[in-house]
């Protein structure tokens, strides 16, 4: 456990350095939130209803909650060097978001996730890095992108989709 900890804080910094972003922008959640802000967001989004890829993890390949997925927006195939660069339309009131990087697992054996908040013009400049240099070289992770009002969820997996579920997102730009 002291490994990832340690690993979580380099790629915080490593982020903020290379981007040259404040961390006040751009900054890991504080451990004493990690697990609520988690369990929010898996207790709302997270299909639990089958015995075998539960959890948040499968969610942007699987499908979210049944509940949820009454308000599913759409999946969209996407070039995974650019999309982000729409944010600012799809995301219109949110100043600042969460931002989770999948690191693995699952729901039995313990979902793994980097839980950061983020401005959107910030979460922009770490995703142009994070693709440029596959992660920092951690290897290409899943990820989801979250209003801190848990009002929808993005999920980005490795196929190049995004899948879009909740309420206050403007995907037009997305439909052309």
Not at 12 to 20: A, G, T, V
Not at 29 to 40: H, P
Not at 118 to 124: H, V, Y
Not at 138 to 149: A, E, F, L, N, Q
Request: glycine share 6%; hydrophobic share 40%.
């Amino acid at each position: 456990m002291k490994k990832v900890s340690c690993d979580l804080f380099w790629f915080e910094n490593e982020l903020i350095k290379r981007c040259e972003i404040s961390k006040k922008c751009f900054h890991k959640v504080r451990s004493t939130q990690w697990k609520n802000i988690y369990k929010i967001i898996t207790e709302k989004y997270a299909d639990k209803t089958k015995t075998w890829k539960n959890g948040l993890h499968w969610a942007n390949t699987d499908g979210y909650s049944p509940k949820s997925m009454k308000k599913f927006l759409g999946c969209y195939l996407v070039n995974y060097l650019t999309w982000f660069q729409l944010l600012p339309q799809i995301i219109s009131d949110d100043y600042m978001v969460y931002f989770l990087i999948d690191k693995g697992g699952d729901w039995h054996l313990g979902e793994q996730f980097w839980i950061f908040e983020s401005c959107i013009p910030e979460l922009i400049k770490i995703l142009d890095l994070l693709n440029r240099t596959a992660f920092l070289d951690i290897g290409w992770s899943d990820y989801y992108i979250v209003s801190k009002k848990f009002q929808w969820i993005i999920g980005f997996n490795h196929h190049d989709i995004i899948s879009c579920v909740g309420e206050g997102l403007n995907l037009n730009c997305l439909k052309k």
